[in-house]
C-alpha cells in the first residue's frame, strides 16, 4: 500500500449525548482507531453481513463459564438468528439448574475459597454457586427429564448428543434457557464434550441401569453433511476450547468459513487454540483466505451485549 492509502482514514473524536442509542454510539466509533474498539465495529459489521447472507449457514459457539452469568440471557434470545448451536458439557449443566431454580449470586474474584468450600459456596470466577442449587437442582431435573424421555413411546435406546439436547429442550418451560429456545427454533446443540460435566456424570449412572447409549459419533457425521451441504457458513465463536475448534475443524473440510468473528481474552504466545488469532486458522484452511473475519480482544460478557444490542440481535 502506499502512504497516501496508510493514511487516508484519520482518527475521529467520539462525541457523547444524553439519551444515545448503542446503535449511535456504534456509528459514532467507527473512525475512533481505539485499538479493539476496532475490531469490535467490525466484528458487528461482518455479523450483519452473514446473518444477511441467506445462503450462508451460520455457527454459534461458546464454553460453559458464561452461561453462569447474565450473558445467558443474551445467548438464548440470540439462537434464533443463528443454524446450529456447537458449545461444552457445562452449558447443559448452568442452563438446565438455572432454568429450574438454580439460584447463582454475584462474588468476588477475591474471596477465601477454603472458606467458600467451608460454607459449601463454589466459586466460578466472580460468580457464587452454593452447592444444592447447582449439583441438587441439576441431578433432581434430570431424572425427571431423562425418566420422561425413557418411558415415551418414541424412546430410541441410542441418542446423538444433540438428540438429548432437543429432547430436554422439548421438555423444559423456561423461555430464557438455550435448550428451551433451541428447540423452539429448530437450532441443533452439538455437544461433543457433553460427558464432561454434571450432566455427562448423570448421564452414565442412569446408563447403569437403563436400556441406553450414547452415540458421539452420529453428531460427527452431521456436522460433517452441514459442512459439505452447505457452501458459505460462518461462525460467532465466543472463547475457545472444543466448541471453537470443533467449528474450525469441520469447516476446513469446505476450504474454511467464510465469515467469522472470535472473542477471546487468551493470549496467543503460548500456542493454545483459544489465544490463536484467527489469521491462524488461515494457515490450517479452517478459514478462507478472502474471507470476513476479525478477533475482538475482551471480555464476552462486556463485549457481546453492546455488539447484540446495536444488532438488535433480541
Do not use: C
Not at 454457586?129 to 425413557?150: R, T
Not at 429432547?167 to 433451541?182: H, V
Amino acid at each position: 500500500m502506499t502512504k497516501n492509502e496508510l493514511l487516508k482514514k484519520n482518527v475521529m473524536d467520539i462525541r457523547l449525548k444524553k439519551g444515545m442509542k448503542t446503535t449511535e454510539l456504534i456509528e459514532s466509533m467507527q473512525n475512533i482507531g481505539g485499538f479493539s474498539a476496532q475490531h469490535m465495529v467490525n466484528g458487528i459489521k461482518i455479523i450483519k453481513t452473514m446473518i444477511d447472507d441467506k445462503n450462508s449457514y451460520n455457527f454459534l459457539s461458546f464454553p460453559a463459564d458464561i452461561i453462569a452469568t447474565g450473558l445467558r440471557g443474551v445467548i438464548a434470545s440470540s439462537v434464533k438468528y443463528f443454524d446450529a448451536i456447537i458449545t461444552t458439557g457445562g452449558t447443559l449443566d448452568h442452563d438446565i439448574a438455572r432454568a429450574f431454580g438454580g439460584k447463582y449470586s454475584i462474588g468476588s474474584f477475591n474471596a477465601d475459597d477454603s472458606e467458600l468450600h467451608k460454607m459449601g459456596i463454589y466459586r466460578l470466577g466472580n460468580v457464587f454457586i452454593e452447592n444444592k442449587e447447582y449439583g441438587q437442582v441439576l441431578e433432581k431435573s434430570f431424572v425427571k427429564i431423562m425418566n420422561e424421555i425413557y418411558k415415551s413411546k418414541d424412546y430410541k435406546k441410542e441418542y446423538s448428543a444433540s438428540e438429548l439436547a432437543y429432547e430436554f429442550g422439548k421438555r423444559m418451560t423456561d423461555n430464557g434457557s438455550i435448550l428451551r429456545q433451541a428447540y423452539l427454533n429448530s437450532v441443533p446443540v452439538f455437544n461433543p464434550g457433553i460427558l464432561d460435566g454434571a450432566f455427562g456424570t448423570q448421564l452414565s449412572i442412569f446408563s447403569q441401569n437403563h436400556d441406553f447409549k450414547l452415540n458421539l459419533i452420529r453428531d460427527e457425521l452431521k456436522l460433517s453433511d452441514i459442512v459439505f451441504d452447505n457452501k458459505v457458513t460462518g461462525a460467532l465463536m465466543i472463547g475457545g476450547g472444543i466448541s471453537k475448534h470443533h467449528t474450525i475443524w469441520w469447516n476446513q473440510f469446505k476450504n474454511g468459513l467464510d465469515y467469522a468473528v472470535y472473542i477471546t481474552t487468551a493470549t496467543q504466545f503460548d500456542g493454545s487454540l483459544s489465544g490463536a488469532r484467527l489469521t491462524e486458522a488461515v494457515s490450517w484452511g479452517k478459514i478462507k483466505e478472502k474471507a470476513k473475519y476479525t478477533t475482538i480482544d475482551g471480555d464476552a460478557t462486556i463485549i457481546l451485549p453492546i455488539m447484540f444490542s446495536a444488532l438488535d440481535l433480541v
